[in-house]
């Protein structure tokens, strides 16, 4: 029994430990700077950059020499035969007589040398599997930047569920003691029982609000480990709070920065793409020219009755050939001529969507700079008018409970209290959500 107990409090033991090694702490630029070396995408693309490399070497090992070892063991169960003219031997004419040609048991071993000495779709293919690795180490980047973006979207969500409860569960308490307040005062008699009614729908509200706002929070939690490639169920804190992101992220130097198309990780892909249809109309016509190979081949080959190659009294005949293949294209019926066509249009297609990435591009920067000025200004209004909302839902409660105003003027002024708190937390998380976007358009490095 005593054995059951201290494994049982070993093992609390180790999941509490255990629990408390999967907490972390992240400001926004150590979760940034985690996810880009743990995140599923990064780890994913950077098996591709390995995997890319593989195949450049697979590729390059077909231009260089092949060697291959073959050994070939025969037992013929029953003997082939073969028929000779039986005059040979002095019998009748019009006869055969039943010989066989080959011992009961062979073997032959033999090692082969192959090298291509020209093929001009292998220089292709290598020129192509090579730009298949920049494109895999473009996507990367590109991967990076996108990954980025997605953490600080997820760390603001996080940010805005935890402030968005802050104020709701403020908001209630305040409107508790309102409605605890209007009871005693409808008691004796200075009120009425609307009122009362009016308060306890808006404390509702508030409280069915908070639990979802609360839920998403859980969401919202496991949606951040999710982008940082954690267990969604680590526990995370954060040391980042939304004001300071918010005022930090602030920068309208970003607005007048030059956009350079030719330096973005998507136009450079297009870039690629381009060069791949141009190597794949480079292959096909290739295809038209000779391919030379050589090898040069040595074996050895035992004859015997019975089983006798592992004695020293064996006898080896020994062999070698050297030889060089030249095969020469002469006519495909059109058919090499045809895919040619085919890559050539793919090739004009690949222009086509390089011009498009361009403009795409431009577009893109501006459309990002415009959403960013204005969430820099979204966001200046919002402070402003938040303060301004507290001022007056503060002198409606007042009034109300004076007797000067009635409890609809008073859940006016909450409800756009309560709107503007909202509208306030949701411009800082697009201040810090369109700079990210701002970013990845002008293809700012991860710093």
Not at 106 to 118: C, D, E, G, P, Y
């Amino acid at each position: 029994m005593k054995k059951i107990i201290l494994v049982c409090i070993s093992t609390c033991f180790f999941l509490i430990t255990n629990a408390q090694d999967k907490t972390m702490n992240l400001s926004l630029k150590e979760a940034i700077s985690f996810a880009i070396e743990n995140s599923y995408n990064t780890k994913a693309s950077k098996n591709d950059i390995k995997s890319a490399n593989k195949k450049v070497w697979e590729t390059t090992t077909i231009g260089l020499p092949q060697i291959n070892g073959t050994i070939d063991y025969q037992n013929w169960l029953k003997q082939q035969i073969s028929l000779l003219p039986a005059e040979i031997t002095g019998g009748t004419p019009g006869t055969f007589i039943p010989v066989t040609f080959s011992t009961k048991q062979n073997i032959n071993a033999s090692v082969t040398l192959k090298q291509l000495l020209f093929d001009g779709s292998y220089l292709v293919g290598l020129q192509a599997s090579r730009t298949y690795l920049k494109i895999s180490k473009q996507a990367n980047e590109k991967t990076e930047l996108l990954t980025r973006e997605a953490v600080i979207n997820a760390y603001g969500n996080v940010l805005v569920s935890e402030n968005s409860i802050t104020i709701l569960e403020g908001n209630i308490k305040i409107l508790e003691k309102n409605l605890s307040d209007a009871k005693k005062i409808y008691e004796n008699g200075f009120n009425e029982e609307e009122d009362i009614e009016q308060l306890e729908i808006t404390l509702g509200n508030l409280k069915s609000q908070l639990n979802s706002v609360k839920r998403m929070k859980d969401i919202a939690y496991k949606m951040l480990n999710l982008s940082l490639g954690n267990p969604i169920e680590t526990q995370l804190i954060l040391t980042d709070s939304l004001d300071s992101l918010a005022e930090s992220n602030i920068n309208l130097s970003l607005v007048s920065e030059d956009f350079i198309f030719s330096n973005h990780i998507d136009f450079k892909i297009a870039e690629n793409d381009r060069e791949s249809k141009r190597l794949l109309m480079r292959l096909e016509q290739s295809k038209a020219l000779p391919t030379l190979s050589a090898f040069v081949n040595y074996g050895t080959q035992g004859y015997s009755e019975t089983f006798s190659f592992h004695k020293s009294n064996q006898e080896w005949f020994n062999s070698s050939l050297l030889g060089v293949s030249l095969n020469i294209p002469i006519f495909s019926s059109l058919g090499r001529s045809s895919k040619t066509a085919q890559a050539k249009i793919a090739l004009e297609t690949a222009d086509i969507r390089l011009e498009e990435t361009k403009q795409r591009l431009n577009l893109l920067a501006e459309q990002a700079k415009s959403e960013y000025q204005l969430s820099i200004e979204n966001y200046s209004t919002a402070k402003k008018n938040v303060g301004l909302a507290e001022r007056i839902e503060k002198k409606q409660r007042i009034k109300f409970f004076e007797g000067i105003s009635s409890s609809f003027d008073l859940l006016q002024a909450q409800n756009q209290l309560y709107s503007q708190q909202q509208n306030y937390i949701q411009s800082m998380l697009d201040v810090i959500a369109k700079k990210a976007t701002l970013e990845n358009a002008l293809n700012l490095p991860i710093k």
